[in-house]
């Protein structure tokens, strides 16, 4: 009888704590559309000089990839 009035007050503590682990602050992350760089001729090197290009072309970012090296320029969908 003793340990069943002990066990009372934990279950709301139990549940509080499952349920506290269940919220929280959700973060998403936005799709990234890609192209190929208009402006970038040649094999990409430097992703620094591919952003800078792709920048001039109204994306805020691009990058070397691929097995081509090609200039991928980056923007959220």
Do not use: H, W
Request: charged letters at 15%; glycine letters at 8%; proline letters at 6%.
């Amino acid at each position: 009888m003793k340990l069943s009035l002990r066990l009372i007050p934990a279950i709301p503590l139990l549940y509080m704590l499952l349920v506290a682990t269940g919220m929280g602050p959700v973060t998403v992350e936005a799709r990234m559309c890609e192209t190929s760089s208009q402006l970038f001729n040649g094999l990409c090197l430097s992703t620094t000089n591919c952003a800078n290009i792709c920048q001039n072309e109204g994306f805020p970012n691009g990058d070397c990839q691929g097995f081509r090296r090609r200039c991928i320029c980056n923007r959220p969908c």
